[in-house]
């Protein structure tokens, strides 16, 4: 064993002896000379550690590959892709436009029957026949006696969007208003 362990260990054995039995720690009483020797001891091995540090190559650490985060889903992701698919200017599907025309005519409904404190039934014949809101292109999206305004079928032609997307559009529109108003 080196001197040093050897050392360490008999260091050890006499704090244990010294702990379990109070005699031997009278023996040992700790004077400016023990206390001055241990705060040598502990300044030389100090200087020991440094210097070994001194001599060693420094390599800098590489901090690997950093972790990637799995794609989260944004909540109406999938709504704003229907949308976005069923109201451009290409000939769609008319299934998933009455679809979402029916989702949104619903949601219309609720807020319109909020809005007013009156019943479904009252509510619905209010978006059906376009007398719950009075702009024309959000009462033309639901009712289809009636048509676009002029100026949302030249933009429509122009823009090259769909006279549904601007129907769409304004119907949430004006249900965001109509729910605003009511909160």
Do not use: K
């Not at 379990?20 to 023990?34: F, K, N, W």
């Not at 950093?66 to 989260?72: G, L, N």
């Not at 719950?132 to 676009?148: E, I, L, M, N, V």
């Amino acid at each position: 064993m080196r001197p040093l362990a050897v050392a360490g260990v008999l260091a050890v054995a006499v704090g244990l002896l010294a702990a379990l039995d109070r005699g031997i720690a009278a023996a040992i009483s700790p004077t400016s000379a023990v206390v001055t020797l241990l705060g040598v001891l502990g300044l030389v091995q100090g200087v020991r550690y440094a210097n070994a540090r001194r001599d060693r190559r420094r390599l800098p650490t590489d901090p690997g590959e950093p972790e990637r985060r799995a794609p989260a889903a944004v909540p109406g992701s999938d709504l704003d892709e229907r949308i976005a698919r069923v109201a451009s200017a290409a000939p769609g599907s008319y299934r998933d436009r009455r679809d979402l025309r029916d989702r949104v005519r619903e949601v219309a409904v609720d807020a319109v029957t909020r809005d007013r404190n009156c019943s479904a039934a009252a509510a619905a014949a209010a978006v059906d026949d376009g007398t719950w809101t009075d702009d024309p292109a959000a009462a033309a999206f639901f009712d289809s006696r009636s048509t676009y305004p002029l100026r949302i079928r030249l933009s429509a032609g122009i823009r090259g969007r769909s006279n549904y997307w601007y129907g769409l559009r304004a119907a949430v529109d004006e249900i965001g208003r109509i729910q605003g108003g009511a909160a």
